[in-house]
């Protein structure tokens, strides 16, 4: 199973692996007395009007009263057994450039880590797998983040990949305006920056950033995207505050992604904006003391 450490998570905002393989003579039903599996493949925003992405076999589509009664959108239950492959989700989602979403595998937070299914689990409880889409396959298998019940996850996020442990956290990023008027709105309406007070960072840790708004997305999508043929981040400077956040970070290209890595260890507090519908990111970043 891929695992990734997953911190809890709050904000200002509301913002795989296989399982035990089933006996062929007695499978052991995912629905029965060990628990109920529900898929949710999403749902997207087309032309204004919600879609949803769809499972075609190995699931139940619920309807909407029972929809409601587990508080998720578009779910099905489950109908496979335990250790068989779990079927892949369709999609017609595709991003501003026409480029298809593509399924990224089932995942769910187990133990506080978000680990990835490709077989459906044991559960002894209820439990619910969660599609991941990508506009990018090459980008790494961080969290997406789920709307489950009543857990309290954000819509703007950093995942931080630590140097000496190859661990990756997730830290929260709160949403406030800007007085910068050409700012992405992150479809609030006016233009804002999203940013974090103090965290540490030490070197050679890697930030990727994650927010809802660009690419009209209503899920978190790893920022800076891909706009006319490119992605740009832009480290920021203050001739007032007599500081360069290129003393403390450096644009990396890893994996298909574009990303920051630091070059000095201390706290720091984070602001970040974005431009051209998302295609470019600016950081600015400020160490403690």
Not at 40 to 50: E, F, M, N
Not at 171 to 189: M, R, S
Request: some cysteine.
């Amino acid at each position: 199973m891929k695992k990734i450490l997953a911190l809890a998570l709050t904000s200002i905002l509301l913002l795989g692996g296989a399982g035990v393989s089933a006996s062929a003579a007695a499978p052991v039903r995912a629905q029965a007395d060990s628990g109920k599996i529900y898929l949710v493949p999403g749902t997207y925003s087309a032309d204004g009007t919600k879609a949803e992405n769809t499972v075609a076999s190995g699931a139940d589509k619920l309807d909407k009263a029972a929809c409601d009664k587990i508080n998720t959108e578009n779910a099905y239950l489950c109908t496979l057994a335990e250790g068989e492959e779990l079927p892949a989700p369709a999609s017609t989602r595709t991003d501003k450039q026409g480029n298809p979403y593509a399924f990224n595998g089932w995942w769910s937070i187990v133990d506080a880590t978000v680990t990835y299914f490709e077989k459906v689990p044991a559960a002894s409880e209820t439990m619910f797998l969660y599609a991941d889409w990508r506009a990018d396959l090459s980008q790494r298998k961080d969290p997406v983040a789920p709307d489950e019940g009543d857990v309290v996850l954000p819509k703007h996020y950093m995942s931080i990949k630590r140097a000496a442990t190859e661990k990756t956290e997730v830290v929260t990023l709160n949403i406030a305006g800007t007085d910068v008027p050409n700012a992405y709105d992150l479809g609030y309406g006016a233009p804002v920056q999203i940013y974090n007070d103090w965290f540490e960072l030490n070197t050679g840790d890697e930030i990727t950033v994650f927010t809802v708004g660009i690419n009209s997305s209503e899920e978190p999508e790893q920022a800076p995207v891909l706009i006319s043929g490119k992605k740009t981040i832009t480290l920021e400077k203050s001739a007032a505050e007599n500081n360069d956040t290129a003393d403390y970070l450096q644009e990396t290209a890893t994996g298909g992604s574009v990303v920051c890595t630091a070059e000095k260890s201390a706290y720091y507090r984070i602001y970040i904006k974005f431009y051209d519908m998302g295609g470019t990111m600016t950081v600015y970043m400020q160490p403690k003391g």
